[in-house]
């Protein structure tokens, strides 16, 4: 459905009540009258400001929207192997450093552009992983914690993955674990308490915990029975005892 589509039938239903709302007052004594045009009046002009502002913000997110899926597909675009030189027609990029140089760039710009979209909450998650791969930590530790921080459930989750990965390249143990504990605790659609936990488990035996990362392994194997994540689990698990 489009913005204006949307908009459209949101200042129908409010004239259908504002409508319905002066006719019930209708029975009202005279000296009430004056009272009840006046309330109407404040709500109309209060509703119309809301209104306005949710049109407003409603079309700033179908343009950052945009501009965001234009900036995905840079963080996507392919790596070409060393030596190789570009295709004409064929988008690719030298580095990794050099794309996630110029979609951090492009996330950025939607951020600054329309800072208070749901849109820019989402490229403000990006310019957090695109940091984190160019070696910014300092940007990426700033961007994820305000993902992680957010209202809706999944972009958090996905703020508290990322920005966990981020600690355990600085050393801070303690940071990633507490995150992926959270993660455990209240998993979500995009990162499941299987995948929380396999990440811990991975954490603990980078840290030579080889006896806390196969407990949790054989907890994920135990808890999702003929998944993928019980294979990985115990493939995870047999080999520590190697």
Do not use: C
């Amino acid at each position: 459905m489009r913005a204006e589509t949307r908009h459209q039938l949101k200042q129908d239903r409010f004239s259908k009540v504002t409508i319905e709302a002066a006719e019930n007052a209708a029975h009202w004594t005279a000296e009430h009258q004056s009272k009840v045009v006046a309330a109407v009046i404040a709500v109309v002009v209060i509703a119309a400001i809301a209104l306005g502002g949710w049109y407003y913000i409603s079309q700033q997110d179908e343009k950052a929207s945009s501009e965001l899926s234009t900036a995905v597909r840079t963080f996507e675009t392919p790596i070409r192997p060393a030596g190789v030189p570009a295709q004409p027609g064929f988008e690719t990029f030298a580095s990794s450093q050099e794309r996630a140089t110029a979609a951090r760039k492009q996330f950025q710009d939607i951020v600054d552009k329309y800072p208070h979209t749901h849109t820019a909450d989402m490229a403000r998650y990006f310019v957090g992983l695109t940091s984190a791969q160019l070696n910014d930590n300092a940007a990426a530790e700033r961007n994820l914690q305000e993902a992680a921080n957010s209202s809706n459930a999944d972009l958090s989750a996905l703020g508290k993955f990322a920005l966990a990965s981020v600690y355990r390249g600085e050393n801070k143990d303690t940071q990633a674990i507490d995150l992926y504990k959270q993660l455990i605790d209240k998993p979500t659609l995009v990162v499941s308490k299987a995948t929380a936990q396999i990440e811990l488990a991975g954490f603990y035996e980078s840290r030579q915990k080889a006896d806390e990362a196969k407990r949790i392994y054989e907890q994920v194997a135990k808890e999702n029975p003929s998944t993928e994540a019980a294979s990985l689990a115990q493939r995870r698990a047999a080999a520590l005892k190697q």
